[in-house]
Structure formats: C-alpha cells, structure tokens
C-alpha cells in the first residue's frame, strides 16, 4: 500500500492498493474510492474489542475494504485539521485522543486506553479513555488543527492544556497536575487542573480543539429563546 495526504486546512489521505490489500475504517469515513474496492462490514475482533472502540469514541462496527486487482480509497478528515501516518508495529504502539482513529491497513488492532492513575482520567481533558492502536501496518489519526510533535527524553515532562494532546507513543505517561494558587484557580480561566506527559517518547499536541472551538461558539448560536 502507497498514499498520499492532500490538502491543508481540510485533508483528505489517499491509498492506492495493490491486489488483495485491505484497509479498515469506520462507518462513514470513506470518501471515495474506484469500482473495484469490495466492502464488508463487522465487528471486528468480536464482541469484546467492538465495545472497547465503542467506549474508545468509535463505533462498534468497522468496514474493511479489499482490492480487487489494483484500487484507490480516500478517507478525508471530519474537521478543519490534520491527518497524520503512523506505522505500528509490536513496540511501536501509539496512544490517541477520542475518535482520531481515521483508516488503517488491515493487521492494526484499535482498542480501548485506560489511564493508569485515575486523576488523569477524571480532570486530565482527554477523559479516563482514550485509543490504543497496536498491530502491525500503518494507520491514519485526524487531530483538530495544527500539530506540534515534541521528543520527550526519560523523565522529561510537558504540562498541556485540556484537550490539546493528541497522540502520544505508548512509552509515555499521562497524569494531571492542579493549577497553583486559588486566586489562578478561579480567575486565570484555565481551568483547574493540567494534562502532565512524561518521557520517554514523543508526543503530538493539535492546536484546535472541537470542545474549545464548540465553547467559543456557543454565544452565538440560536436558542430556543432567540
């Protein structure tokens, strides 16, 4: 398999397949692809991996594509961001936030992430679960804006802002960190407490939220009272 990600604000990833290949994906997510690309629906793994996509933000049926001779599939991003590649490989799983799974070739395995620590999952901002991708191939991830990698050495700690990460390799570590002072807690409108990753690894940090640009808003939609 071969691909390639066009576009900037609004991407689209395109794979070209050879004979027999085969790519996952969720209901809804191929854009477009040639005739001879066959498509079958399932759970995928059984029941216990389907609910664990399903508690991971997915859903709990996939379809898989197979090419029938030499074929083309597009999946395009949801939201005004990025589309990242990633080969997986034993040792070399990554860790997503909530529904960044877009497509992956057919031996990448998605199931559910739980934190270690429960103060991460309760006021973290990615939620007690996120997405862990392991497997062999390579996979597709839509983030939210920009992305920003960093390389974290053993030990090394960046401290993010609700929401912001992204990705992470498995080989990190994600705890919360309370913001200092009650007069930062309740007037610096950051909130009350912050993501803390731990090297080793590398992480990828998205610049646009959905929840923050839903917050912002918000104002300005229609209500009932309107």
Not at 67 to 76: L, N, S, T, V, Y
Not at 183 to 212: A, C, D, R, S
Request: net charge neutral; with cysteine; aromatic share 8%.
């Amino acid at each position: 398999m071969r691909y390639e990600i066009r576009g900037e604000t609004l991407p689209v990833v395109i794979c070209y397949l050879n004979d027999g290949e085969k790519m996952i994906t969720e209901g809804g997510a191929m854009s477009w692809m040639s005739p001879n690309m066959q498509m079958d629906t399932t759970a995928g793994g059984g029941a216990g991996r389907a609910l664990g996509r399903m508690f991971a933000g997915e859903k709990i049926f996939q379809n898989i594509y197979t090419a029938k001779g030499e074929g083309m599939i597009a999946f395009a991003s949801s939201f005004p961001g990025s589309i990242r590649a990633f080969d997986i490989a034993p040792g070399r799983e990554m860790i997503f936030q909530k529904s960044a799974f877009l497509a992956g070739e057919a031996g990448v395995s998605l199931s559910v992430h739980f934190s270690k620590k429960i103060g991460a999952g309760l006021f973290g901002g990615e939620g007690f679960i996120l997405q862990r991708v392991s497997g062999q191939g390579t996979v597709f991830a839509e983030f939210d804006g920009h992305v920003v990698e960093y390389e974290l050495q053993s030990g090394q700690q960046i401290i993010v802002d609700t929401g912001h990460l992204a990705a992470m390799t498995d080989s990190c570590s994600i705890d919360i960190r309370t913001v200092p002072g009650l007069k930062n807690k309740l007037l610096g409108g950051e909130g009350l407490f912050n993501t803390v990753i731990t090297g080793p690894g590398k992480v990828w940090l998205q610049t646009m939220p959905i929840p923050n640009v839903a917050g912002i808003l918000r104002p300005y939609l229609p209500t009932s009272n309107s």
